[in-house]
């Protein structure tokens, strides 16, 4: 009985079957769409990047309390303009990030099976949330604490020393800003990779149980790589990841219980 509920999705691969001059066409269409599609969102997002680089001020805002005292600084006359080009590429990505993601699925989808297909989906649709919930903490959350730390080694003058006053420039501003949504929306897709992974049984809710302690060493040591070297920062990554971790063994148990449902059922 199996093998005639496998027959029909077999069928559909062998007729979804084309010679690799269309699939090399097929691609590059894909690839041209997604690449417009990207150009579109740059050109957007760099005649915007003053308002965007001013929103994402927000949190150094919030760190010194004062807005009237926020001032930053470029040494170069050519390091804003780039930092505006750094905040159309970024914005770009972002904003294209939907259409590259379907292209590269409409490519792939033809030689998945119907079920694979189905399976696939939801996560296709989870990774841009979980991205922006990943940004959203350290936008809100971790970078204000974290500018806050920085902005306390401030000192002002008096007899017998110097006035230190914090004054970013706008490029290593933006490096800092971009490379913690980049680590926090990255670490965030780690519940859908381990899904994946326990979906296709490459691993199990028990192995992940029984390395849990390994991976709290694995996400302290990719915090402290991927954040600046203070301890609100490197504590806002680990603990989220550490959650999530927890959240993937969950979700795997879960995979793994649906799938012995699925095949507890099929003799009947």
Known sequence: ?????????????????????EHLIELRARLIRAL??????????????????NFLLTPYKWAIGDATHLKLIYTAP??????????????????AFPLIAMQIYKF?????????????????FATPVLFVVGASVVFFLVLPMALRFFASFQQTAAEGQAAIELLPKVSEYLSLVMTLILAFGVAFQLPIVL????????????????????AIVGVVT????????????QLGLALPMIGLYELSIWLVSMAEKSREGNTDEEPA
């Open 1 to 21: 009985m199996s093998t005639q509920v496998d027959k029909p999705e077999a069928d559909e691969i062998e007729e979804s079957q084309a010679p690799l001059i």
């Open 36 to 53: 417009i599609g990207f150009l579109i969102a740059f050109l957007v997002s760099f005649y915007f990047a003053n308002p965007i680089f």
């Open 78 to 95: 050519q390091e804003f303009f780039f930092t505006q080009l750094k905040i159309g590429m970024f914005g770009g990505l972002f904003l």
């Open 108 to 124: 792939v989808a033809p030689g998945l099976y119907k079920h694979e297909r189905a399976a696939f989906r939801p996560y296709l």
């Open 195 to 214: 899904t994946l992974l326990g979906k296709i049984g490459v691993i199990s809710a028990d192995q992940l149980r029984k390395g849990r302690k390994y």
């Open 222 to 233: 990719i915090a402290a790589i991927f954040t600046p070297p203070d301890p609100f920062s």
